[in-house]
Structures are given as C-alpha cells and as structure tokens.
C-alpha cells in the first residue's frame, strides 16, 4: 500500500525532472561556460569582484532585515487571527491576499506616490504641521517595499499551523503551572516551526531576488544582486555572467534551506 | 489593543490600494497630479479591446494553472508522507528550485527549453511556465499541515474498513482543505501578478495584464489601468463578503 | 484502485496541458494556413503607436495585425534572435540596429515597395542613419529626438546650459539621472569633450569618476518615471528624452527643457524586417502605411516623440509645436550631437562593468 502512494508521486516528478531539472541545467550550463562555449569557473568566481560583492552583501541585508521584519509583524497577527471564534477561514487567507491582486507593479507604485516628497503622507503630514517623511529612494523605502509585499506570505503559512494546533495542548501546559510565556516558548512555538520556517523561505527568497522594489522605491541608487543579474540579462545581454551570479545566489539560498531543514528537524524532536 | 494592532497592519496593506482607487478617479492623465474628479476612465476602459483581452488571458491563465499545480502538488504532498526523510527532503528542494531562482533566470531558462523543444510560443507556453512555478507555493501551503495530520484517525479509518479514497477523503482532506484552499489562492495570485516569466515565454500578440502594465511604464501608466484594478478590488471584495456572510445568515 | 486514481489524474494532467497548448493557434502559429488570412507580426516599444492607426491599416489592406511590445531594445534583441516567435516589423533604436545588421539578423528593404518613406522621411534623417546603417539598406526611420535636461523654473533661477549644473551640490538630492548604461556615461563624457561611443579607457576612467562623485547629490536613476516625478515637482532637475519633454511641459509649465551646449546624444528608432519574417510583404506593407504623412501625423500628436516624416510635420496645426525647438531642434546650431554606435561585445561589456563600479562606491 505504500509502494502504491509513492506513485502518486510520479506526476510531479514528470514534471519536475521537464520543466525544472532541465531548465536549472541550461542555467548552470551556461554559467560554467564563456562566450566560446569553453568551460569556466569567471562566472562564478565574479561574484567576488567589488561591485558585486557589494550587491550580494547588500541584498542580504535588506533581505534578512526584511524577513525579521516580517515575522515580528506576522506572528502577533497570525496568533489573533486563529484565535478568533468562528469558521472565517477563507475570509482571512482572502483579506491578505486581496491586494496582491491588483498588480505587483501597480501597488508598488502606488507606495511611490504615498512616499514621495510631495507624495500623500508628506501632504497629510504638512497639514497637519508635522516635519516631513524623507524616506523615498533610500534603503528603508526598499524594506517598506518588501514589507509589504511579502507580509501575507509569512503570514499564511504561520496562521495555517496555529489554527490547526490542539487548544487542549495550551490548556494542559496551563493546567500543569506553565505561565502564558512559557506556555508559549514550550509548545505554541515549537508546533509552528514548520509554518515559521515555511514562512521565512517564501519571504526570504524573493526578497534577496528582487530589482522592481529597489528601482521603484530605493530609486536604483542601490544596486541588489537582483538588479545586476537583470541587467547582465535585459542590458548587457551577457547570459553567461547572469547565469553564474545566479548560480552562486542559489547555492546560498539552498545552503539557507539546509540549514532551515535541520533546525526544523529539532523543532520536531522538541515538539515530540 | 488586539484590534489596534489589526487595524494598523490593515491599513499598511490597504493604504496602495486606496491611492489605486483614487488614482482611477484622477481626471489628470499623470499620477503626479490631481486633475479633478471624473469617471471617464471606467468608460474608456470598456472601449479597450487590448486590455479587456489580457485581463481575459490573465483569468485564465491563473485559473488553469492554479488549478493544475494544486492538483499536482497535492498528489505529490499525498506521496510524500509515505515516503523517507531524506527522498521527502529531496522532492522538496527540487519543488523550491523554481522560488530559489531569480524571476529572470527562470524566464530566460524556460525560453531557451522551449526554443530547443521547438514549441510555438502563446498562451501554452506561459500556461506551462505559471504551472511550474505555482506548484511550490501549493507544496509550502500544504506540506505543513500535512505534516500536523494525526495519522492514527487515518489508520482507524481503514481499521474500520473504509478504503483508502475513501479514509483519504473524509479523514484526511477536510484536515487539508485549508492548505488547499490557500495554496490555490496563493497559486492564483502569483500567476495573476507575474510578469517577467509570462514575458519571456510569450508568443507575439498573447497579452496578461501584467506584459501590458509595464510596457506602459515607459509611456506611464494608462488610467484605465487603475480604474480595472479597482473594479476588479471591488468585485474580489464583493464576492468575500458574500461567501463570509451567506452562511452565517442561516445558521441564524 | 489507487493505480487507476493515479492514472486519472496523469490523464487529466495532460489533457489539461494539451489544451493549453492547442488553444492558440491563431495567436502563436506563424508557419500554419497564413495563405487564409494574411497577418503582419509586429513588435514595438511600449505605447509607442496610436492603436488607431493599426485598426486604420487593418481596414485597408485586409491584412491582421499581431502587434507585440517590448520594454528596452536588449529585451527585444535575444527574442528575435532566438527566432521562436518570429515577426515581420520590429522597431529598434539605432546601435541596435548595427548590431543586428553585424549579427545577419535583417534583410534588406525593398525601397520600390516603400514609396511613402523616400518621399516623406527627410533627407537629413537618412544622412543620420548612415551611422549605423551605411548605405541606408535596412531601416526606415520612425522617430527621433535628442537627450537633454529638463528642470522646473521655480527651483532653478539660473540659466542653464551645462551639464556641469548636474554636479552642482546646491542641487543635492533634486537630480534625477537615467538608469541606462549608455544615457549616464554619454553626459560626463560629453561634458569633458570626448565621444559618447569611445571606448578609450583613460576617458572612460574620468566619466566614471565623475559619476561617482556626483552619486551623493542624486536623489533616483530613473527610466521614464523621470516624467511623472518632474511633473510632480520631485525635482529640480532632471535627464529626459526631447520626446517626453513636450508632454511634461503640457502637464506642468514651469517645466522648460534644454540640450546643453557641450553635446548630447541623438537618437533614431527605426522601422526594419528581421531576417526570419514570414511575410516581407506585408511587412513592407505595414511600414509604407506608417511613412504616409496623415498616419506620422496621428502617431505624433499621440505619443509626442518627434517625426522624422517632414510631409506630416507640414500638417501639424500648432504653429507652435511645428516649430518646436524641443521636438524639431535645429541639429546645425548643437554641433556636438552624436548618434550611439554598437560598440562590439567587449565595449559592452567595458560600459556595463563601469557602470556598475559607480554603484559599488
């Protein structure tokens, strides 16, 4: 009966093995190679040159602190929302996926228009006799950005594990002595590693990829590891330096998995 | 101050979508300024032959594919859990590779493949390019709940004879369905929202949404533009709030 | 039971899939039953035509247009390149021109079958184009303009005429300057007297020098978000294309624009066919149809971009915009305007790696 489950599995890895396998070795394919089509390691080693360090170790920061970010605002707001009575579900997962349905672009744009010098918050601002918000074009404008539009991702995965956790278990570490903190460190927080883990993966990863966010809101006065592969690509048309940046950017985020991975296996043990 | 908190975090989330809403009625064709109130942009945009096609491709697109990939995803979700550890691990790493990748690689891999398999590009192209990147989100939607599923119920289920279609559908799915529903949505919402995968795996004159609002950044965004997106704000909310609501009616 | 379930589901799967990709034969399909109906695929910058005109062409010759739209000329270059999705009319900016023309990609115009162009395209334009197109085999000029600083009359008092008011530090945090590679280098290039297409390192070293000292006093690198926030009054001063110039000064008239006097790029997008087109017909067609002087006239007043077609300009009824010096400058009275010429795969490549130098400072 087990053998017969791991079939389902075969549809996926049809897929899998043609539209991702292959694809990722055109990719390494062409960052291992040059122009001549002679195998190289430049593409790779580059990420070591100055300029592209300084892309790399900026986008890391403002993704990390875009992450932290995010889980400090989502986790509070997961716990109320699964603590609320009643079945509202699928109201919740809407409300927050809501506006990513009016265009990525667009609502970006839209945070353009609030944060710029005479933008909206700095009119509502002036009115009200009240210094001005510089922080278009800079890299806290890059954190909004990402903020925002990552939010609901940390968000649902969080909320989807805590509403499934047995309240009898908070009740039991209640009953047994355990003060709300504890109650909380020793078994709300391990039971929601895996949503926690899910959630740092979906914002974490688009974030350090990003370049709409820094061109619109940091005016490309930084420039992320995202932007130099998208300009190794749409600008300079050299596929192969792009392709071995990109390399180099997923061997980290995959490392990052890794390392996830294996406190995620503790949480389990903790949580057993 | 539970309620405080919510409310401010809505208020960061909805605070574009309000500016979007006011920009549609900005009689001015720039963003920058405040030309008086108008609803001519609702009308022009019912004459928009082109952007009433890409929202139609854009629908489509996202329903098929979010579709799709659920199905796939949660076929593979089911496999895994009979499945070891370390092959666990391994199928997940392969679903993440599409979310590891910077948008752009993902595009320019995805147009070198079907260039090389000599496929037409149009609309199956980009149907097969949201698929693969959809299906991680399905997979992280409902990996975690899969993971909380007390296999005990499941196995009681068979004990008690039930088959396994049937112990799976009313012991383990309604458990699921959540992460179901959400990895759909959220497959949904990326296909809705993607652009640079959609560009280069289109064909010559198949439009989304997304492809025609950033050819018009160059030029600025059309006003028609704003006032689709609030219509289509409008008809999301509208629709929640009908589903939220009809229920509880009746239970009273 | 479970075999057959997995069965369903594979079934499903590729039933799905196969729709999809059976759904579109009229959209993606070039090589198919063209004989029926006869279409002409083009591929243009953004918001870079009146839709009008295409319907307008569509009744006329009975001839469906396909049109498709890009968002720089390095997005459009490997699309076409790679041949998966072929078109007729592609409209590039000049070194892209050269460069497809170095790289085999076009075939040359039929000029018999494009009366309209020779006839109503200046000379002048043509004289331009040799700089990339020698012998003026592949292209057909579309629109034009010059490159230039555009700054709101409030917030600057004195005149301006130099780039070098980009370096002046009252100005910090009120400076928009492009974010492309050959845009940003050609102004401090321009400024110290050297050629926007050199590829002398010495002159390179100073131009990108330049931009990192003036890299605190800038508040964004723009594309065309330069225009909304100039009309917004964002800032004072702002790098633009003539094209957009025109509109801006409509939305917000303090704006004023000008070319400064070391020199500025000018700049040609022009009509051509791609070797892989399947039908040159109806693609010369499509491009006699644009040339015609009411049709320029149109895709002028819409996208405000500057015509090379002198019969349209003729028919321009605002006295004032037809003697424009903003959109029909006089190139004899700014002798130092250059055209961009495709400056081989190292220049590019020396170009990108400096640009990038002067953001990791």
């Given at each position: 009966?087990?053998?017969?489950?791991?079939?389902?599995?075969?549809?996926?890895?049809?897929?899998?093995?043609?539209?991702?396998?292959?694809?990722?070795?055109?990719?390494?394919?062409?960052?291992?190679?040059?122009?001549?089509?002679?195998?190289?390691?430049?593409?790779?080693?580059?990420?070591?040159?100055?300029?592209?360090?300084?892309?790399?170790?900026?986008?890391?920061?403002?993704?990390v602190?875009s992450?932290?970010?995010c889980?400090?605002?989502?986790?509070?707001?997961?716990?109320?929302?699964?603590?609320?009575?009643?079945?509202?579900?699928?109201?919740?997962?809407?409300?927050?996926?809501?506006?990513?349905?009016?265009?990525?672009l667009?609502?970006?744009?839209?945070?353009?228009?609030?944060?710029?010098?005479?933008?909206?918050?700095?009119?509502?601002?002036?009115?009200?006799h009240?210094?001005?918000?510089?922080?278009i074009?800079?890299?806290?404008?890059i954190?909004?950005?990402?903020?925002?539009?990552?939010?609901?991702f940390?968000?649902?995965?969080?909320?989807?594990?805590?509403?499934?956790?047995?309240?009898?278990?908070?009740?039991?570490?209640?009953?047994?002595?355990?003060?709300?903190?504890?109650?909380?460190?020793?078994?709300?927080?391990?039971?929601?590693t895996?949503?926690?883990?899910?959630?740092?993966?979906?914002?974490?990863?688009?974030?350090?990829t990003?370049f709409?966010?820094?061109?619109?809101?940091?005016?490309?006065?930084?420039?992320?590891?995202g932007?130099?592969?998208?300009?190794?690509?749409?600008?300079?048309?050299?596929w192969?330096?792009?392709?071995?940046?990109?390399?180099?950017?997923?061997?980290?985020?995959?490392?990052?998995?890794?390392?996830?991975?294996?406190?995620?296996?503790?949480?389990?043990?903790?949580?057993? | 101050?539970k309620?405080?908190?919510?409310?401010?975090?809505?208020?960061?989330?909805?605070?574009?979508?309000?500016?979007?809403?006011?920009?549609?009625?900005?009689?001015?064709?720039?963003?920058?300024?405040?030309?008086?109130?108008?609803?001519?942009?609702?009308?022009?945009?019912?004459?928009n032959?082109?952007?009433?096609?890409?929202?139609?491709?854009?629908?489509?697109?996202?329903?098929l594919?979010a579709?799709?990939?659920?199905v796939?995803?949660?076929?593979?979700c089911i496999?895994?859990?009979?499945?070891?550890?370390?092959?666990?691990?391994?199928?997940?790493?392969?679903?993440n590779?599409?979310?590891l990748?910077?948008?752009?690689?993902?595009?320019?891999?995805?147009?070198?493949?079907?260039?090389?398999?000599?496929?037409?590009?149009g609309f199956g192209?980009?149907?097969?390019?949201?698929?693969?990147?959809?299906?991680?989100?399905?997979?992280?939607?409902?990996?975690?709940?899969?993971?909380?599923?007390?296999?005990?119920?499941?196995?009681a289920?068979?004990?008690?004879?039930?088959?396994?279609?049937?112990?799976?559908?009313?012991?383990?799915?309604?458990?699921?369905?959540?992460?179901?529903?959400?990895?759909?949505?959220?497959?949904?919402?990326?296909?809705?929202?993607?652009f640079?995968?959609t560009?280069?795996?289109?064909?010559?004159?198949?439009?989304?949404?997304?492809?025609?609002?950033?050819?018009?950044?160059?030029?600025?965004?059309?006003?028609?533009m704003?006032?689709?997106?609030?219509?289509?704000?409008?008809?999301?909310?509208?629709?929640?709030?009908l589903?939220?609501?009809?229920p509880?009616?009746?239970?009273? | 039971?479970?075999?057959?379930?997995?069965?369903?589901?594979?079934?499903?799967?590729?039933?799905?899939?196969?729709?999809?990709?059976?759904?579109?034969?009229?959209?993606?399909?070039?090589?198919?039953?063209?004989?029926?109906d006869?279409?002409?695929?083009?591929?243009?910058?953004?918001?870079?035509?009146?839709?009008?005109?295409?319907?307008?062409f569509?009744?006329?010759?009975?001839?469906?247009?396909?049109?498709?739209?890009?968002?720089?000329?390095?997005?459009?270059?490997p699309?076409?390149?790679?041949?998966?999705?072929?078109?007729?009319?592609?409209?590039?900016?000049?070194?892209?021109?050269?460069?497809m023309?170095?790289?085999?990609?076009l075939?040359?115009?039929?000029?018999?079958k494009i009366?309209?162009?020779?006839?109503?395209?200046?000379?002048?334009?043509?004289?331009?184009?040799?700089?990339?197109?020698?012998?003026?085999?592949?292209?057909?000029?579309?629109?034009?303009g010059?490159?230039?600083?555009?700054y709101n009359?409030?917030?600057?008092?004195?005149?301006?005429?130099?780039?070098?008011?980009?370096?002046?530090?009252?100005?910090?945090?009120?400076?928009?300057?492009?974010?492309?590679?050959r845009?940003?280098?050609m102004?401090?290039?321009?400024?110290?007297?050297?050629?926007?297409?050199?590829?002398?390192e010495?002159?390179?070293?100073v131009?990108?020098q330049?931009?990192?000292?003036q890299?605190?006093?800038?508040q964004?690198?723009?594309?065309?978000?330069?225009?909304?926030k100039?009309?917004?009054?964002?800032?004072?001063?702002?790098?633009?294309?003539s094209?957009?110039?025109?509109?801006?000064?409509?939305?917000?008239?303090?704006?004023?624009?000008?070319?400064?006097?070391?020199?500025?790029?000018?700049?040609?997008?022009?009509?051509?066919?791609?070797?892989?087109?399947?039908?040159?017909?109806?693609?010369?067609?499509f491009?006699?149809?644009?040339?015609?002087?009411?049709?320029?006239?149109?895709?002028?007043?819409?996208?405000?971009?500057?015509?090379?077609?002198?019969?349209?300009?003729?028919?321009?009824?605002?006295e004032?915009?037809?003697?424009?010096?903003i959109?029909?400058?006089?190139?004899?009275?700014h002798?130092?305007?250059?055209?961009?010429?495709?400056?081989?795969?190292?220049?590019?490549?020396?170009?990108?790696?400096?640009?990038?130098?002067?953001?990791?400072?």
């Open positions: 009966m087990r053998d017969s489950r791991k079939l389902l599995s075969a549809p996926f890895l049809f897929w899998a093995a043609m539209f991702i396998i292959i694809p990722l070795c055109m990719v390494f394919y062409y960052g291992l190679t040059d122009k001549t089509g002679a195998f190289t390691l430049n593409n790779v080693l580059a990420i070591a040159s100055p300029e592209h360090r300084k892309a790399f170790w900026e986008a890391i920061k403002l993704s602190v992450t932290v970010v889980l400090l605002l989502a986790y509070p707001l997961a716990m109320i929302l699964a603590g609320m009575k009643g079945n509202h579900d699928s109201f919740i997962i809407l409300i927050f996926i809501l506006p990513m349905w009016m265009n990525f667009l609502r970006t744009l839209a945070w353009q228009t609030l944060l710029e010098k005479n933008g909206v918050i700095n009119s509502v601002l002036a009115f009200l009240l210094p001005a918000l510089k922080i074009n800079t890299p806290t404008a954190v909004l950005g990402m903020v925002y539009n990552f939010l609901p940390m968000v649902l995965p969080i909320y989807n594990v805590l509403v499934k956790i047995d309240s009898n278990l908070i009740s039991a570490a209640k009953d047994l002595g355990a003060n709300g903190a504890q109650t909380f460190l020793r078994v709300t927080l391990p039971l929601s895996a949503g926690v883990i899910s959630g740092i993966t979906m914002v974490f990863v688009p974030a350090l990003t709409v966010i820094s061109q619109l809101l940091g005016g490309s006065k930084i420039l992320l590891i932007n130099i592969i998208e300009q190794e690509f749409t600008q300079t048309n050299n192969h330096l792009g392709s071995g940046l990109s390399i180099v950017l997923m061997l980290f985020i995959i490392l990052n998995m890794v390392l996830s991975v294996v406190t995620d296996k503790d949480g389990e043990v903790n949580a057993l | 101050m309620k405080l908190y919510i409310s401010l975090i809505f208020l960061f989330l909805y605070a574009p979508i309000f500016t979007l809403i006011v920009l549609s009625f900005n009689a001015s064709k720039t963003r920058a300024k405040w030309g008086g109130f108008t609803l001519k942009w609702y009308f022009s945009l019912f004459e032959e082109a952007i009433l096609q890409a929202l139609w491709n854009t629908l489509l697109l996202a329903a594919s579709l799709i990939a659920t796939i995803g949660l076929v593979a496999a895994m859990q009979s499945m070891k550890k370390k092959t666990r691990a391994l199928i997940l790493g392969i679903a590779i599409p979310m990748n910077a948008e752009i690689v993902t595009g320019i891999s995805f147009m070198l493949l079907f260039i090389s398999l000599g496929v037409t590009f192209t980009i149907l097969l390019a949201h698929i693969t990147f959809n299906i991680p989100y399905v997979i992280l939607s409902i990996q975690p709940r899969m993971k909380q599923l007390n296999t005990s119920t499941y196995e289920a068979l004990d008690l004879g039930a088959n396994s279609l049937q112990a799976f559908f009313r012991i383990v799915f309604p458990d699921i369905l959540p992460g179901i529903l959400s990895g759909f949505l959220m497959a949904f919402t990326m296909s809705l929202d993607d640079i995968i560009h280069f795996t289109k064909g010559p004159g198949v439009d989304t949404l997304s492809t025609k609002i950033y050819t018009e950044v160059r030029k600025g965004i059309k006003p028609e704003y006032s689709l997106s609030t219509l289509i704000f409008a008809a999301v909310f509208i629709l929640m709030l589903v939220n609501y009809t509880r009616k009746k239970e009273k | 039971m479970k075999k057959s379930l997995v069965l369903l589901l594979c079934g499903a799967l590729t039933a799905g899939m196969l729709s999809g990709c059976g759904s579109d034969p009229a959209a993606g399909n070039n090589s198919g039953d063209k004989a029926k006869e279409k002409v695929y083009v591929y243009n910058w953004g918001e870079y035509i009146e839709p009008e005109t295409l319907k307008m569509e009744e006329e010759t009975g001839i469906t247009v396909v049109y498709d739209e890009f968002e720089t000329n390095e997005i459009m270059y699309k076409v390149e790679a041949g998966a999705s072929a078109y007729d009319v592609v409209c590039p900016s000049d070194y892209m021109i050269e460069k023309i170095q790289n085999d990609l075939q040359e115009l039929d000029w018999d009366p309209n162009a020779k006839k109503n395209i200046g000379a002048q334009y043509f004289e331009q184009s040799e700089g990339f197109d020698p012998g003026n085999k592949y292209s057909v000029p579309y629109c034009w010059t490159v230039g600083i555009l009359k409030t917030m600057v008092d004195e005149p301006v005429t130099s780039w070098s008011i980009l370096w002046d530090e009252k100005y910090a945090d009120n400076i928009l300057m492009q974010r492309s590679v845009d940003i280098l102004i401090p290039l321009k400024l110290n007297g050297y050629s926007a297409n050199t590829l002398n010495e002159e390179l070293e131009a990108k330049a931009l990192i000292d890299h605190p006093l800038v964004a690198y723009v594309i065309d978000e330069v225009r909304d100039m009309i917004g009054g964002e800032a004072a001063l702002g790098v633009i294309y094209g957009e110039a025109i509109y801006t000064q409509r939305e917000n008239p303090d704006l004023e624009y000008v070319i400064p006097e070391e020199g500025s790029n000018v700049w040609i997008d022009s009509w051509v066919i791609p070797k892989n087109a399947p039908s040159k017909e109806n693609a010369e067609k491009i006699d149809f644009m040339c015609r002087p009411d049709i320029a006239l149109m895709n002028f007043e819409y996208i405000t971009y500057s015509t090379p077609n002198e019969a349209a300009r003729e028919l321009i009824e605002d004032e915009i037809r003697n424009s010096e959109a029909f400058p006089d190139l004899s009275q002798p130092n305007m250059e055209v961009f010429n495709y400056l081989g795969e190292e220049g590019d490549e020396l170009y990108n790696q400096i640009y990038k130098e002067i953001f990791s400072n």
